[in-house]
Structures are given as structure tokens and as C-alpha cells.
């Protein structure tokens, strides 16, 4: 494929967005909008996140079992009873992950919350109350606090609500319409002009007839009227 027909390609493309585009701007704006719409109908908080840190001391295999069952429903309902959150096991589950640190034998445990102090609550909660749950439930008694959240840690959003749904909404909005405006074009046969018919047919155009205005037909319909009418009677 030449340079030329690349160039001619291009220009094409070029020729179709700007004809169209009245349809890429409606798109956008009719995207932007409802990602505006709902961003503004589902207002989000900012998420804080509190950790506290457990060291297990046991065999690799009980490490994790006993990390599995830090969100274990028996651990999650006396944290929620504690702390009279009101909030279901599955709920309160939601907001904790576990994870130990490089593979030793501390598990780091981190709670999101909407609030840094529930969130500093909650964790610490979780972390006094699960050696005991443990050894109850497991039998497995190596297991301490290591280290409890502090709310001067935790008082940093790990997320802000911003507009990033809305400028998505309006970049999905824009790829929409210029999908719209080039499919258009595809489907579009006509020729509106002396440069689009040469490229179509590589023949030059040799002449071309003007399109006559409203006015201008009208006044030749008139011109031609009182012409038909005038005459002269000859005796």
C-alpha cells in the first residue's frame, strides 16, 4: 500500500469526524451525564484501613490454617458481639484479610472501615480475641499480639471518592461516538463534492451545475410567467 492511498486513508477518517461530529459530542455528553448522574445519586466515603500484627508460633501447615481461620464465623460474631457493631459475620468478613509477612511466621491482619476509629477497633478487637478462640476452638496456644493499630496510622484514606467514574463515562462516550460517526460513513454512498467523486471514480471532473437557490427558482418561475403572458396583437 502506497504512501499516497495511506495519506488519502487518513484524510478520509479525518473528513468523516468532522463531519460527524455532532454525534461524537451527543455521545459524550449523554455518557459523561449518566456517569454524572449516578456518581452523584451513589455518593462513596473515603476508606480508611487499621492493621495489627500476630506471630504463630507453629509448624508451617498450622500457620495456615490457623491464618484461614481469622475470618472464621465463631471469630467474626464475638468481634461484632464485642464491639456491638450490629453487623453479620459475612459482613464484618467483607472488611478483614489476613496475610502473613514474607512468609514468616507473622500474619499481618487489616480491617477496612469507613471510619479510622472503627476500623482501629475493630482490628485490635480481632487481634485480642483470637489467640483465645483459637486455643479454644484448635487447641493451639503459641499464638500472641504482636502489634496493635494506632488510629495516628490509620488516619490516611487508602481511597477518596473522586470522578474517575465520570470521566471513564466520558471517554466511553467519545470512543462510542467516533465508532458511530466512521460506521456511518461506511454505510454513507454519497458524494458531496468534486475531490470525494475524483477519488471515487479517478476520472477528472470536467464541469459541474450549481445547485439554484429557493429564490433564484422562484424568481425565474416568475421571469418565465410574465414572459408566457406578454405579447403584442398585430391588425
Not at 12 to 29: D, E, G, P
Not at 46 to 61: H, K
Not at 95 to 110: F, H, L, P, R, Y
Not at 213 to 225: E, G
Amino acid at each position: 500500500m502506497s504512501i499516497k492511498t495511506n495519506e488519502l486513508q487518513i484524510k478520509n477518517i479525518f473528513i468523516a469526524l468532522k463531519r460527524r461530529v455532532w454525534l461524537i459530542v451527543l455521545m459524550t455528553l449523554i455518557t459523561g451525564g449518566a456517569g454524572l448522574f449516578y456518581t452523584l445519586s451513589n455518593p462513596s466515603v473515603p476508606i480508611y484501613e487499621a492493621s495489627s500484627s500476630i506471630i504463630i508460633s507453629e509448624e508451617r501447615a498450622n500457620m495456615n490454617t490457623i491464618k484461614v481461620f481469622v475470618k472464621e464465623r465463631v471469630v467474626l460474631e464475638e468481634v461484632s458481639n464485642e464491639l456491638d457493631l450490629g453487623k453479620t459475620a459475612n459482613q464484618l468478613g467483607q472488611q478483614i484479610t489476613a496475610q502473613d509477612i514474607e512468609g514468616s511466621q507473622i500474619v499481618q491482619i487489616s480491617v477496612q472501615d469507613s471510619s479510622p476509629e472503627n476500623a482501629v477497633s475493630i482490628v485490635n478487637t480481632l487481634a485480642s480475641i483470637f489467640p483465645d478462640v483459637v486455643e479454644e476452638r484448635l487447641g493451639y496456644s503459641d499464638i500472641g499480639v504482636l502489634s496493635e493499630a494506632t488510629l495516628a496510622e490509620s488516619e490516611t484514606p487508602i481511597y477518596t471518592p473522586g470522578y474517575n467514574l465520570v470521566y471513564f463515562s466520558l471517554l466511553l462516550g467519545a470512543i462510542i461516538g467516533v465508532g458511530l460517526a466512521l460506521l456511518l460513513n461506511g454505510v454513507d454512498n454519497k458524494l458531496r463534492s468534486e475531490r470525494e467523486l475524483e477519488s471515487t471514480t479517478e476520472l477528472p471532473v470536467i464541469g459541474s451545475v450549481s445547485k439554484m437557490s429557493y429564490t433564484t427558482r422562484r424568481q425565474n418561475t416568475t421571469d418565465s410567467s410574465n414572459t408566457d403572458l406578454r405579447g403584442e396583437t398585430i391588425v
